[in-house]
Structure formats: C-alpha cells, structure tokens
C-alpha cells in the first residue's frame, strides 16, 4: 500500500511547542502537511506564556523543508482561536486537520481542590478542544472533508487520584467526539480521539525514569497521524504508549427486563448479577440503541 501522505492538506494542532503536539507537529509537516503549530507556551499548570515555542517548532519544521506557521493564542480564548484559523485561511485557503491536544494540569484530591482549579482544567481541554473544532467546523462542512483528533486520557476514562477535574475535561471530549462523528459523517468528517501516554514535562515527575525513557512521545505520534489521514476510521478511541496500539470502547451489559408492574428496589438488587453479567456486552454506536434493547427485552419477556 501507498505511504500515507499530507501534501495539500492543512493541519492546525494544538499545544504543539513541546511535548505531544511537537512531535504530531513535525511528522504531519514530514509527510506534506503544511501545518499552524499553536501553543500559548505557558507552564504546566497554564500559567505564563508566549509564542516562542510555537516559534522554534515552526523553524524545525521550515529547517526539514517542510511549511509551517506560528500561532501563541489560547486555545481557550475565542479571539485567539479566531486568529489561529484566520492565520490558516489567509495563509493556505483550507483546513483539513485538527489536532486538539493543548493541555494542562492542576493536580489535588477532590477535598483539596479549588473550583477555579476545576474550571480552568475544563476551560483548557474541554472548552479548548470545542473552540477549535467549532471554528474548522463549517469550514470542512464545506469542503466535505475534515479529520478532527482530540486527546482524551486514561484518567479520563478509568480515574486517576488528584485529576477530577482532568478526568472530567478528557472524559468530555470523548463525549464531544462522539456526536461529532455522528454529525459530520455526511460531510465527510472523521473525529477521533487518541489516548497517549508519554515521557513529557507532563508525566516526568509521575512515572520511575525507566519507564519514561520506553514512553518517547515520537511512539504516540504514528498512531495520531494515522487518524488524521484520509483513511481515518471515525469514533475510535485509540490508545497508545511505549510502541503499543489499542482500543477503548463502553460497552453495555445485555442487562435484564424486570417488568413495570410492582418494580422494586429490591428487584434491582436480587438482579444486580444478571443487570453486571459481561455475557452479550455490546458497544454501541449511538444513543437510540439503548433504548432499542430495553424495548427488544421488554417484547422478548412479554412474548415468553
Ligand atoms: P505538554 O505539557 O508537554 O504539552 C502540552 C502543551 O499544551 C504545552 O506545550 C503547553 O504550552 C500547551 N498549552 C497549554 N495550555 C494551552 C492553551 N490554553 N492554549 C494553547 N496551548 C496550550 O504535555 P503533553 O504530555 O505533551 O500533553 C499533550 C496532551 O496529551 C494533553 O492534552 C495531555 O492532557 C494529553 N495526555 C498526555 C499524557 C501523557 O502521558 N503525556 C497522558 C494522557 C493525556
């Protein structure tokens, strides 16, 4: 099969000064993407900033001989997101990929954590992650063509001590993408989600320095071009670190039908092993599905 290959297409990530996205960065401009290396370069808990790491990825880009631009906006900052896409319109005429993978941490249990610092962790994955995307939006509706990567976390999806508020943001944008898929199917537009772990400034105090040298972002980085590409699949959870590759899904027990005459509490808890029991756990693709099966097993118990 052909090499997967980027010329024509335009790329915006986010967060891409360092880390992560640096490395997402460079290999789509590597392979023909011409790409708006986005990051406000501030601290690890958000604070501070400016557009010099932006800046030095785009000179490692143009060095490679590849095309890029820098932009240091927020990617919570509606202006500044404005200005991001504006920058790739006016440069390139099209936007065909978003990587929204800005991210920041405010780490504390539950008990010690300010809401400010709930909401800002919020503000930066969640809301930075729907800003961009709603400003690409129309812009690949019209095209009929866009792939859109957000970056989710384990954290999100299994819990992490010290990260509700992250969890929260990223297990968001799962639910973000997962109506997006639905919605831009028609037009053409793949949303996805990757779920990295790597060795960055993120991770280095978390993890023994063994493990980290196994997790280079650069593992992470095939996995995330490979869904920014024309062969995408579309609502996948990717996970990836260290060289592997797997899914996540949610999936929902077969559950049983207790009727609606005389249903007590009781009966959920006499039930509660069948209602858990994994046999026939399905993942399904869209909401009405549920509903679906409570109906089949009504009718199914009714008919019996
Ligand atoms: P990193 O700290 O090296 O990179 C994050 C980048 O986002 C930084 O360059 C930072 O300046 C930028 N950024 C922060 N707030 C921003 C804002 N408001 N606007 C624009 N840019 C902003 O960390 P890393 O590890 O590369 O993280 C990348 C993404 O991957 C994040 O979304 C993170 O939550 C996610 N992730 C990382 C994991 C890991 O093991 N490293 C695990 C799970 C998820």
């Given at each position: 099969?052909?090499?997967?290959?980027?010329?024509n297409?335009?790329?915006?990530?986010?967060?891409?000064?360092?880390?992560?996205g640096?490395q997402?960065?460079?290999?789509?401009?590597?392979r023909g993407?011409k790409?708006?290396?986005n990051?406000?370069?501030?601290?690890?808990?958000?604070?501070?900033?400016?557009?010099?790491?932006?800046?030095?990825?785009?000179?490692?880009?143009?060095?490679?001989?590849?095309?890029?631009?820098?932009?240091?906006?927020s990617?919570?900052?509606?202006?500044?997101?404005?200005?991001?896409v504006?920058?790739?319109?006016?440069?390139?005429?099209?936007?065909?990929?978003?990587?929204?993978?800005?991210?920041?941490?405010?780490?504390?249990?539950?008990?010690?954590?300010?809401?400010?610092?709930?909401?800002?962790?919020?503000?930066?994955?969640?809301?930075?992650?729907?800003?961009p995307?709603?400003?690409?939006?129309?812009?690949?509706?019209?095209?009929?063509?866009?792939r859109?990567?957000?970056?989710?976390?384990?954290?999100?999806?299994?819990?992490?001590?010290?990260?509700?508020?992250?969890g929260?943001?990223?297990?968001?944008?799962?639910?973000?993408?997962?109506?997006?898929?639905?919605?831009?199917?028609?037009?053409?537009?793949?949303v996805?989600?990757?779920?990295?772990?790597?060795?960055?400034?993120?991770?280095?105090?978390?993890?023994?320095?063994?493990?980290?040298?196994?997790?280079?972002?650069?593992?992470v980085?095939?996995?995330?071009?490979?869904l920014?590409?024309?062969?995408?699949?579309?609502?996948t959870?990717?996970?990836?670190?260290?060289?592997?590759?797997?899914?996540?899904?949610?999936?929902?027990?077969?559950?049983?039908?207790?009727?609606?005459?005389?249903?007590?509490?009781?009966?959920?808890?006499?039930?509660?092993?069948?209602?858990?029991?994994?046999?026939?756990?399905?993942?399904y693709?869209?909401?009405?599905?549920?509903?679906?099966?409570?109906?089949?097993?009504?009718?199914?118990?009714?008919?019996?």
């Open positions: 099969m052909a090499d997967i290959r980027f010329e297409r335009v790329a915006i990530v986010t967060g891409a000064g360092g880390g992560l640096r997402h960065a460079l290999e789509l401009a590597r993407a790409v708006v290396v990051d406000l370069g501030g601290s690890v808990d958000g604070s501070g900033g400016g557009s010099e790491a932006a800046m030095k990825v785009v000179e490692e880009i143009k060095a490679a001989g590849g095309e890029a631009i820098a932009n240091g906006s990617v919570a900052d509606d202006a500044g997101v404005a200005h991001m504006k920058q790739a319109m006016d440069q390139w005429g099209r936007i065909d990929i978003l990587v929204a993978n800005a991210g920041i941490l405010r780490d504390k249990t539950f008990a010690k954590m300010e809401l400010a610092d709930f909401e800002v962790v919020l503000d930066v994955h969640l809301m930075g992650t729907v800003k995307a709603k400003a690409v939006w129309e812009i690949m509706r019209a095209q009929n063509y866009g859109i990567v957000v970056t989710t976390s384990s954290s999100g999806m299994y819990g992490n001590f010290g990260q509700s508020n992250y929260a943001a990223k297990l968001g944008v799962i639910g973000f993408m997962n109506t997006l898929r639905l919605e831009g199917q028609k037009n053409n537009i793949h996805n989600a990757i779920s990295p772990v790597a060795a960055t400034r993120m991770t280095e105090n978390l993890m023994p320095p063994q493990m980290l040298e196994r997790l280079k972002p650069e593992y980085t095939p996995g995330v071009v490979y920014c590409s024309e062969e995408a699949p579309t609502g959870i990717l996970t990836a670190g260290a060289g592997a590759f797997a899914v996540a899904r949610i999936y929902e027990t077969e559950g049983v039908y207790l009727g609606d005459k005389g249903l007590s509490v009781e009966e959920v808890r006499d039930n509660w092993t069948k209602i858990t029991d994994p046999a026939g756990q399905q993942a693709q869209m909401a009405g599905e549920q509903s679906q099966k409570f109906f089949r097993k009504m009718q199914e118990t009714q008919g019996s």
